[in-house]
């Protein structure tokens, strides 16, 4: 069983930056990003292998935000900037263990975080 922890949301100005971080419980292989805006669906923001050597953005936060990792830290992070009020959601932090280099579907992630708040006010 691996347990994330996200941290880092909170509220900021348009046009600032925030740093989300993932902190699992143990080693994993693939991570993600998702969020959830008020009264929308949950949906993929980023997505990262073990390696770092594929990324993935969604269309409305390419060029803005930038997904990493320390494996040795076991901890994910994902670089919001130029942020915009229709990023305020939860981000959640997904991951998924094993060789198979999951996509963008959230059925493809078995482990979840609890999700941490980000508010952009205009």
């Known amino acids: 069983q691996v347990q994330l922890v996200e941290s880092g949301g909170g509220l900021v100005q348009a046009g600032g930056s925030l740093r989300l971080s993932c902190a699992a419980s143990?080693?994993?292989?693939?991570m993600g990003w998702f969020r959830r805006a008020p009264g929308k669906e949950r949906e993929f923001v980023a997505r990262?292998?073990?390696?770092?050597?594929?990324?993935d953005y969604a269309d409305a936060v390419k060029g803005r935000f930038t997904i990493s990792r320390d494996n040795g830290k076991n901890t994910l992070y994902l670089q919001m900037n130029n942020l915009k009020p229709e990023d305020t959601a939860v981000y959640y932090c997904?991951?998924?263990?094993?060789?198979?280099?999951?996509?963008?579907?959230?059925?493809?992630?078995?482990?979840w975080g609890q999700g941490t708040t980000v508010t952009v006010s205009s």
């Open positions: 143990t080693g994993v292989h693939h």
């Open positions: 997904a991951a998924k263990t094993g060789l198979k280099q999951p996509g963008r579907a959230q059925s493809e992630y078995p482990y």
């Open positions: 990262l292998s073990w390696s770092g050597s594929i990324t």
